[in-house]
């Protein structure tokens, strides 16, 4: 079983004191290619230098999360184009609307999450998505540029029935995470899983957040790292009703496409 963790937080300072034995946990499970989320200007300088400290295991993605948006600038503009063009910048993102947290003012957030999505139109990469409590205006200023990008996830979906279709609709692909694993709030997405395409469906850790309640023994420091994805692997595919081996060889192709990543042996 090959695996590609299309999302961990592999800079969170969490991971400063033991991140070769994290990158050697996972691989042990099978885990062997992981996308360094880039969620600020900072951290995405630190998801590009962490890729390319670890050649053809780490990758990263450029981007400014919407709780970050206050902050977006010309300068940061600017400095984001030339991290995505980086070839070890797979994708531009993280970047959306959150309106849950609301730690940026929502026009903020709008006009952060618009000029990411001209960032991966005048670049042609693949867009990193976040999304929470804002669809109608998330869906809406998307529409206006899906046809303009290569390819977009809507990663760590946690979101509706009807949320999932718009998406599908618009030919997103969607990230599954650990969420799927949570008792309290995550039961509606083993229905979900089911509706999502194959060819559309990746598996993420969001590592060192959303550690699956279902793992056991779970750690007693509770943080999610990359090598935790087999088990997301192994949940997903029993609500799909298929093996782990199939979940996993689709999971890792459809990553390989949309992030057009070599094909593993």
Not at 121 to 129: I, N, T
Not at 180 to 201: F, K, Q, S, T, Y
Request: net charge negative; aromatic share 6%; with cysteine.
């Amino acid at each position: 079983m090959q695996l590609v963790d299309i999302g961990a937080n592999l800079g969170h300072e969490s991971f400063r004191h033991d991140l070769p034995a994290v990158i050697e946990r996972a691989a042990t499970h099978g885990v062997q290619r992981m996308v360094v989320t880039g969620a600020s200007l900072a951290g995405s300088i630190e998801a590009l230098t962490l890729a390319r400290s670890h050649p053809d295991i780490l990758f990263a993605t450029a981007g400014v999360h919407p709780h970050h948006a206050i902050d977006y600038d010309d300068a940061t503009d600017a400095q984001l184009r030339e991290l995505a063009r980086d070839p070890l910048v797979l994708a531009v993102g993280e970047t959306g609307l959150d309106y849950n947290r609301n730690y940026s003012p929502h026009q903020a957030q709008l006009q952060a999450f618009e000029r990411q999505l001209q960032i991966a139109v005048d670049l042609q990469k693949p867009l990193f998505l976040h999304q929470r409590d804002a669809h109608a205006d998330f869906i809406a200023l998307l529409r206006r540029y899906r046809d303009r990008v290569p390819a977009a996830v809507v990663h760590c979906f946690t979101d509706t029935a009807e949320a999932l279709r718009d998406y599908l609709a618009l030919d997103c692909h969607i990230g599954i995470t650990g969420w799927i694993c949570d008792e309290r709030r995550g039961m509606h997405l083993r229905e979900l899983v089911r509706e999502i395409p194959a060819n559309r469906l990746m598996i993420e850790t969001d590592a060192p957040y959303l550690l699956p309640r279902t793992v056991r023994p779970a750690p007693a420091h509770r943080r999610n790292e990359p090598m935790y994805l087999k088990h997301i692997c192994e949940e997903v595919a029993r609500d799909r009703g298929e093996t782990a081996q199939v979940t996993a060889a689709n999971s890792t192709a459809t990553a390989e496409a949309f992030f057009r990543l070599p094909s593993t042996p």
